[in-house]
C-alpha cells in the first residue's frame, strides 16, 4: 500500500513515537495533577516535557501551551472561549470546517461573520485580507494552508498585520505544522494557534492543543476536574488549565513529544525540502497525464497537497480505483473544507487529494502517476 | 528553615521544579499543606537559602506564583509582598 493521505493523519510514524506511547502505557505513570505520589508526578512531568517540546516548536513558553485532544476541539475552545457576540471575524476559504462550524455556531448566536473570497488566481492573498478587513473588525480566523490544495498565505506578514491592526489571531495549525518551520516571530499579536498532533507532527491521534501567546483571556468550553480549586463552583479561569478539564491523555503526549523531538532532529528544513520535492516530481508528472486537472497550489512554496480530478470522473470513482486497482491511499470528496471547493466549483464531483509525508518516497510517486496515467486511457 | 512556593495551576508548579532541576537546585514537589490558602494541591518546596535564586529563575521564565511561605513542620508564614 502507499500512503498519500497524509493531510488526513500520519500512518507512518518514527518508531519511537510508538515506543513512547507504549512506554507511557506500561511505566507506571498515574494521572497528573491528581496527587503528590510519584505515579502521579511522573505523569506530571511527562506532560510538562510534552509542553516544553510544544513550545519549542512553536515558538511559545510551556506555560502558554494547554493541551486538547485534536484540532477541532482547540478550535471550538478558542472561537467560543475567545470571542463573544460583539466580534466582528473575517475569515477565508481555506477554512476547515473545524473552524467553519464554531464561527457559523458564534454567527448564529449574534457574532458577525465576513468570509473573504479567492482571488481570480484562486489564492488567499495578504491584500485580498487587508481589503475585507473592515473598520470594527475584531479577529481573524485563519489556516494558512489550504487542506484542499496545499496554497499557504503569506503568514509572516499576516502576523504583522495583525499586530499592525490590533487583531485576534487564531490560527488552524493543523496543515502547517510539521511540513515546514514555524515563522520567527519576536512580537506576536494576540494570538491562539490550534495544532494537531497526529499528522505532521507525527504523534498519535488523541492529541492537539491551543497555543495562547498575549494571555487572550479564554472563558471555558468543558468544564469539569482539574486537580485545583476544588471547592470552586467554576471551572479554572487560568491558562492552561482553563482548556485542559478531565484526565489528559499522557500516553498520547509522550507520543508527540517523541515526535517532535524526530521532527527538530531532521529539520524543519530538511522536512520541508523533502516533501517539495516529491510534490514537486508529482506534480510536473501530473502535467503529462491526459484529461488531469489541478486545482491551486501553483506557488512554489504550496503545502504537500495536490488536489486532482481525471475527466468527468467522480473522485470517488478515482480514488477507490486508485486503491483497489494499484493499493494506493488517497481522499476523496470535500474534505470539510466546503468554501474551498465552492470556490473551486468541485462540490459536485469533489476531488482527489494526495498529501505527502516526510516517509513518502520518489518511487511511491512514480508509481501514482503511472496509475493515474493508466486510468486515464482506460 | 524551608520555603514553600504555592501555584495557581499544578502544570505551573511542575513546570516550577524542572526549571529548578535544570538548574541543578535542590527542590521537589509536595502536597499543599492544609495551613496554606492555594487553588493547586502541589507546592514547591526547597531551603530557604536557594529560594532567591529559584523565585528569581521562575520569573525570567514567566511561570507565575501565587505565593511564598517560610518555615518548617506545619507552621509556614507567607512572605511578605508573595
Known sequence: MIYFDQSATSVHKPPEVAEAVALGLRGGYGNPSRGAHDPALHALQEVAKARRAVAAYFGASPLEVAFTFNATMALNMAIKGALTTGDCVLTTPYSHNAMLRPLYEMQDRGMRLDIMPLDQQGGCTLAGIMQHIRPDTTALALNPMSNVTGDTVLLAEIIALCRQRDLLLILDMAQWAGTRPMPHIDNWPRTLIAFTGHKSLYGPQGIGGLINLGQVPLSPIITGGSGTHSFDRQHPGVFPDVCEAGTPNVPGLMGLRAGLQWLTETGPDAVQQRLAMLRGRFVAGLAQIPQVKVYGGEQADAGPVVSINLGDMPSSSLSDALYQKHGIATRSGAHCAPLMHRALGTVQQGTVRFSFSYFNCIEEVDCALEALDALSTQ | ?82
Open chain 2, 1 to 82: 528553615m524551608q520555603t514553600l512556593i504555592s501555584f495557581h495551576s499544578t502544570h505551573a508548579a511542575m513546570e516550577a521544579e524542572l526549571v529548578g532541576e535544570e538548574a541543578g537546585i535542590p527542590c521537589r514537589l509536595v502536597p499543599l499543606p492544609p495551613a496554606i490558602d492555594a487553588g493547586c494541591g502541589l507546592v514547591l518546596l526547597c531551603d530557604s537559602d536557594v529560594s532567591g535564586s529559584i523565585i528569581g529563575l521562575l520569573a525570567a521564565r514567566h511561570v507565575p506564583l501565587d505565593g511564598v511561605y517560610d518555615g518548617r513542620s506545619g507552621a509556614w508564614h507567607r512572605r511578605t509582598g508573595s
